[in-house]
């Protein structure tokens, strides 16, 4: 079974710091990297993802960074907002309908 | 626009009954998955589809049922219920397989099986 590995389990970082949330995978197969951000109650939400060919995609505060050769994927978040408080999952597949998930983050970012 | 609506959203249920989770996206999706979600496990795969008619098995697949008659639909069946399929399960819907596209999620249907 081909796993993806998230760290830490949980983060707590104040208001206007930086989060950053790291994932291994195995499958060198894979070639898209998907960062879900969940609220409680509700289903994931796509955040920002990355293919292979890149190591940098930054979309407003969030910037996924991308180490092929160690296969290794980290996400950051700028400037860390209340709001921002979350559960966040990496995941890792050959397709965007066949995902092999992290088992997740709980950021608290305290104000 | 519903977006991936999932219904019911709880359920509790006894050991061996079945039920039939129910999940359908109006955006014109081919690619549909459904994944359980348990504490400290993130997001597993049990089935997914491609397209009406075709189905295939993911990670955890066991004790699970499928199909998918029409592009809209795609509904889960647990035969006999165990407490182990306690969880929340989350359906999830794609336009295409490009990394461009994001995959929907639903908001879940929480099941408790006693």
């Known amino acids: 079974q081909q796993q993806v590995k998230q760290s830490p389990q949980s983060l707590i970082v104040q208001k206007g710091g930086i989060s950053i949330i790291n994932c291994a995978y195995e499958n060198t197969a894979f070639d898209y990297f998907p960062w879900y951000q969940q609220f409680p109650g509700k289903g994931p939400a796509l955040l920002i993802a990355?293919?292979?060919?890149?190591s940098e995609k930054k979309e407003g505060r969030f910037t996924i960074s991308f180490n092929k050769s160690a296969k290794q994927f980290s996400l950051h978040i700028m400037d860390s907002q209340p709001g921002d408080s979350a559960t966040y999952f990496c995941a890792g597949g050959i397709s965007n309908y066949k995902l092999t998930f992290g088992k997740g983050t709980l950021l608290t970012v305290n104000p | 626009n519903a977006g991936v609506t999932q219904t019911p959203k709880f359920q509790v249920l006894k050991t061996g009954q079945s039920m039939t989770l129910q999940c359908a996206q109006d955006m014109n999706h081919e690619y549909m998955s459904w994944y359980r979600q348990d504490p400290g496990m993130g997001l597993r795969l049990i089935h997914y589809?491609?397209?009406?008619?075709?189905?295939d098995q993911g990670e955890v697949p066991n004790g699970y049922n499928v199909s998918r008659s029409t592009t809209e639909d795609f509904p889960l069946r647990l035969l006999s219920a165990a407490p182990s399929q306690t969880s929340v399960y989350f359906c999830?819907?794609?336009?295409?397989?490009?990394?461009?596209?994001?995959?929907?999620f639903g908001d879940g249907t929480r099941l408790s099986i006693l």
């Open positions: 589809s491609v397209g009406a008619g075709i189905t």
């Open positions: 990355i293919r292979p060919d890149v």
């Open positions: 999830a819907s794609s336009y295409s397989t490009g990394t461009d596209q994001p995959q929907h």
